[in-house]
């Protein structure tokens, strides 16, 4: 058995990857309302995939957020997110994924949407935790 100070933790932890997944996301969110979606849909004509799915990213952007931040079906609004995360990688940045930031220091050039999609995978393994609506 866990101690409960455990459980705490794990539920907070729980709690903070979640909102702070799904704020980060609903700036991006807002953006999407804001300006639109449709300049995605040539970027996927030129993978071979239907510029409808452009609208996916108002689920993703927009819906998963607030799922996230309330705690809802937080595994599927995490893998909504993944899903956005590893598009926005083939679609816009697929020619940085193995290069350094050029603003220097030695980062990753993708390492914020690459960090977005490992934090949304894992809070997809993890859950919504006790400080959620989600009921248990």
């Known amino acids: 058995m866990v101690p409960s100070s ?18 980060i996301l609903a700036f991006h969110g807002v953006y999407k309302i804001t300006h639109g979606v449709a300049w995605i849909g040539p970027r996927l004509t030129q ?5 409808p799915l452009a609208s996916g ?15 809802y079906q937080v ?19 697929r ?4 290069s350094l ?6 980062g990753w050039s993708i ?3 690459a960090l977005l999609l490992l934090v949304a995978l894992a809070v997809s393994c993890l859950g919504a935790g006790r400080y959620s609506v989600e009921p248990r």
Do not use: H
Request: charged content about 10%; hydrophobic content about 65%; glycine content about 10%.
């Open 6 to 23: 455990y459980a705490w933790s794990d539920d907070a932890g729980k709690l903070i990857a979640r909102a702070s997944l799904g704020v």
């Open 47 to 51: 993978v071979g995939l239907p510029a």
């Open 57 to 71: 990213t108002y689920v993703a952007e927009v819906l998963a957020p607030v799922l996230l931040i309330l705690g």
């Open 111 to 113: 390492e914020f949407q």
């Open 75 to 93: 595994r599927l609004a995490a893998l909504a997110v993944a899903v956005d995360m590893v598009m926005a990688i083939v679609l816009v940045l």
């Open 101 to 106: 930031s050029a603003a220097g220091g030695g």
């Open 95 to 98: 020619p940085q994924v193995l």
